[in-house]
């Protein structure tokens, strides 16, 4: 989404993101190529920040005779704050059902999230972690509905609430949460704060302690978002490399057993969230 996040992935050992460069009309103006390995395997696109700007970089990326995505996967990674409640400072997420405001809820492929899930654990004991990252999470353990903060970063299956802008806060979470549950029939659980990313990884937590104020919180320190950004590419990598190693089982896709779609069945299917299919279990026309 940002430059923070896209240079993670630079100068690494396992892989050359750097080795083709090409520009394509209609990207950001700050991030105006698409990067990608001599032999074309693995490519990165850095969106911008916003939803506005993650809309138009993929549609211009989709529409471009420059590439041919029929058989490619899309691993959409990048920062976020975390749900004292759910997880702690530098673990990273996975989303199976993002929900943004205006009931717009997607849920993804299950089998290929468990699978990204199960690929990204395998790099768990190697996340990244400061002392300066404990001493802050330290003291929220005490709080008993905050005993998920407590311990050294993990992966964990949650879910997002997307918006354009930044927000903490203990009366903005709560309302994250509520509208998560409400848009999915409580099958979401959130927990990450994003604008538009499924992998999350935390670089602060969502809401402070008791008595606390959330502008204490929001403009404090944030020690976790060096440590956070590297957690995007130590989990991240082992999905990378595993697909393209292994690219014999994933050329003919994950097949999805869930409903895969919007709130509103546009796609084709019956949503099993929300208010059902508003196009009869059929696709929307176009």
Known sequence: MFSDEANMWYNIPKFNVLAQNISVPGLSSLFPEVHYTKDGSICQLTT???????????????????????????????????????????????????????????????????????????????????????????????????????????????????????????LLAEAFENTTKLFTNQSATYCATPQEDIMRSASDLDRPLPGESAVASLLGPTPGFVPSISNLHIAGVKIVQAIVSGWKDFEGGVKATNYVGDIFGSLGGKPDFGPGSMFGGKAAKV
């Open 48 to 170: 911008g920040e916003g939803e506005m700007n993650a809309a138009s970089t993929v549609a211009t990326l989709l529409h471009s005779s420059a590439f041919d995505l029929r058989t490619t996967y899309f691993l959409i990674a990048g920062i976020a704050g975390v749900s004292s409640k759910v997880a702690t400072i530098d673990s990273v997420t996975f989303a199976a059902m993002p929900c943004r405001w205006g009931f717009k809820v997607l849920e993804m492929n299950e089998n290929l999230r468990q699978l990204a899930f199960r690929l990204a654990k395998t790099a768990e004991p190697g996340l990244n972690d400061t002392t300066d990252c404990g001493a802050a999470r330290a003291p929220y353990p005490i709080v008993p509905q905050f005993a998920a903060t407590g311990g050294s970063p993990s992966v964990v299956l949650c879910d997002t609430a997307t918006s354009d802008t930044f927000g903490s806060g203990t």
